[in-house]
C-alpha cells in the first residue's frame, strides 16, 4: 500500500533502536525524510546511515535529552517544522509503591508526560496552519490495565492519555490528528531489562524469564520493532486522517479487555 507520504518530513524521538527505530524504519521505507533523535550518539549515527543507505531519504540526528528545554530547542533548530511527530521515551523503572517518592514521579512525568506534551505545543501549531499532520506517541498497554510493578509509568502515560483524549479533538478540524500506539512487551533492550529483573528476582534463566512471560501473551510471543513500525506508519498516512484520539493496542492479545 502507498502511504501517501513520500515527500514528508518526520520527528521520530528515541529512535536509535527498539520501536523508536521501528517506526523510523517503516517511516523511511514510506519515503519520508526524517529527523531521528536519542542520547546516544553513536547507535543514533548508525542507525540513520543505515536509513540513508537503504531508503535513500535524508536523515537528520539530534542527540541529547528531549526532556531538558535545551534538548528540545536544538532539536527545533534543526526538525524546523514537521509533518509527523513521533514521541517516545524509555519506561521508569519498576518497584512497588513504597519504592517511590515524589522526586521519582516527577522524572516519570518529565519523560512518559510533559516532554511529549511540550513537544506537541511546539510543533502542532505549524500543522495546523498547513491543514494536515500526524502525531504518533509510544504510550504503554499499561494505560489500559495497569501493570503493578509499573507504577511511575501507569501514571504518566495516563496522564498523557488524558491529555491526549481532549487535545486531539481540537486539532482535529485543522487535519492534524494525534493518536496513541499502545506496545505490550516487544523484542526491545526494554524486554530485556524486564527479564533480566524477573530472572534475578526469582533465580531463574533469562531463557526462563522469556518463556514465563510469553506464556501469558495470547500470541505466544514478543512483538517485534517492525511490525509496531509498520503500525505508526499507517497512523501516520493519508488513510489514517479519519483516526483521532485513539488507543490502539499492539500487544498480542496480552491486555484482558473487551473494549
Known amino acids: 500500500m502507498d502511504l501517501g507520504i513520500r515527500g514528508k518530513k518526520a520527528l521520530v524521538c528515541?529512535?536509535?533502536?527498539?520501536?523508536?527505530?521501528?517506526?523510523?524504519?517503516?517511516?523511511a521505507e514510506a519515503g519520508v525524510d526524517l529527523v531521528m533523535n536519542a542520547r546516544g550518539a553513536e547507535a543514533l549515527e548508525a542507525a540513520a546511515a543505515d536509513l540513508r543507505e537503504r531508503f535513500g531519504v535524508e536523515v537528520k540526528t539530534v542527540a541529547g535529552d528531549v526532556t531538558t528545554e535545551g534538548g528540545r530547542a536544538e532539536l527545533y533548530d534543526v526538525a524546523g517544522t514537521p509533518d509527523i511527530l513521533v514521541t517516545n521515551a524509555g519506561g521508569p523503572p519498576p518497584g512497588v509503591?513504597?519504592?517511590?517518592?515524589?522526586d521519582d514521579f516527577i522524572r516519570a512525568l518529565d519523560a512518559n508526560m510533559l516532554t511529549p506534551i511540550a513537544l506537541m505545543t511546539?510543533?502542532?501549531?505549524?500543522?495546523?496552519?498547513?491543514g494536515w499532520g500526524r502525531?504518533?506517541?509510544?504510550?504503554?498497554?499499561?494505560?489500559?490495565a495497569p501493570?503493578?510493578?509499573?507504577?511511575?509509568?501507569?501514571a504518566a502515560r495516563t496522564g498523557l492519555t488524558g491529555y491526549?483524549?481532549?487535545?486531539?479533538?481540537?486539532v482535529a478540524p485543522s487535519g492534524v490528528t494525534i493518536n496513541n500506539l499502545l506496545p505490550g512487551i516487544h523484542a526491545t533492550d526494554r524486554a530485556i531489562s524486564l527479564d533480566t529483573g524477573v530472572s534475578e528476582q526469582q533465580g531463574i534463566s533469562m531463557d526462563d524469564a522469556r518463556a514465563q512471560r510469553q506464556a501469558t501473551i495470547p500470541a505466544r510471543r514478543y512483538g517485534t520493532p517492525a511490525e509496531f513500525g509498520a503500525a505508526c506508519a499507517f497512523l501516520c498516512s493519508q488513510h489514517a486522517g479519519f483516526i483521532v484520539g485513539q488507543n490502539i493496542l499492539l500487544d498480542g492479545g496480552g491486555t484482558n479487555a473487551t473494549i
Open 97 to 102: 509503591w513504597s519504592d517511590w517518592n515524589r
Open 122 to 130: 511546539a510543533l502542532v501549531p505549524a500543522m495546523m496552519e498547513r
Open 164 to 170: 491526549v483524549a481532549g487535545t486531539s479533538r481540537q
Open 135 to 144: 502525531v504518533v506517541n509510544i504510550t504503554s498497554q499499561s494505560v489500559k
Open 14 to 27: 528515541a529512535s536509535s533502536k527498539g520501536l523508536g527505530l521501528g517506526c523510523a524504519t517503516a517511516l
Open 147 to 154: 501493570i503493578p510493578a509499573l507504577g511511575l509509568s501507569n
